[in-house]
């Protein structure tokens, strides 16, 4: 493993937009060398997120039967199209600078994306649940019924600077039944699952979260240390413009 720290903070629930906001801060202070590499891990309260290739189509509920729901809706930066986050989902916003890619100035997107699901991949393993990729497809797949259904969606940006923003979601016991609003990914044939229908007893998001994070870093070549969402904050300088709600 490699000396390159990596600081792992588990948020609690964040709503989406406070999340938001303080990947672009971290990301901003990454840039410029002012803290490590990142890992974020929390959750969300009820919202949908349409990324840069997210068709409106794809949003089935009206608007109000989205407040009816209290459920969120954002326009993002990140790849992929239309997604749900909620409670029981895993989400993991890695705030990294990447390595220049073969062309020796941009980063590789696409293997960055290949190691994200494989971290999935590993942990799914932890319980003896088998995930996978599909060829064309982001994200891990995992057999249900006979058919692929999704467990985790990816969605990433890289600015300028290499430096990645969004991540990826990891239903543990999400209510699947918010699935029906959407096209989730823009994919009509196939379906999304959670690991609590997969195995009897899945972890709790701290469970899961302390799971993930050693996981995420041997991937990446870094020697992870836990920090407090108010140190990061502190390091920041934004110790009173951002709160997780409990």
Known sequence: MSDAPCAVVYAGK??????????????????????????????????????????LEHLLWTPE??????????????????TYHG?????????LRLPCGADGLHA?????????????????????VHGERISGLSGVWVQKDDAPHK???IGVRVTTKRVTLHGFALNLTTD?????????CGIRDK?????????????DLLTAAAQLAPIFAAHFGKRPYTVSLDELLAT???????????
Do not use: N
Request: proline share 6%; hydrophobic share 45%; charged share 20%.
């Open 14 to 55: 964040m709503p989406y937009e406070t999340a938001w906001t303080l990947q672009k801060r971290l990301a901003a202070a990454r840039a410029a060398d002012r803290v490590p590499d990142t890992l974020l891990l929390l959750e969300h309260p009820h919202t949908y997120t349409l990324g840069s290739a997210g068709k």
């Open 65 to 82: 039967q989205l407040a009816e729901r209290g459920i969120a809706l954002h326009r993002v930066d990140r790849g992929g199209d239309i």
């Open 87 to 95: 409670d029981g989902q895993l989400v993991g916003y890695p705030i």
């Open 108 to 128: 590789d997107v696409i293997a960055y994306v290949r190691t994200l699901e494989g971290v999935i991949i590993d942990f799914l393993a932890l319980y003896g």
């Open 151 to 153: 467990i985790a969606a």
């Open 176 to 184: 699947l039944r918010y699935f029906e609003g959407i096209v989730p």
């Open 191 to 203: 379906g999304v699952t959670r690991l609590a229908d997969l195995i009897a007893q899945p972890p």
């Open 236 to 246: 920041l300088g934004d110790a009173h413009a951002l709160h997780a709600t409990p």
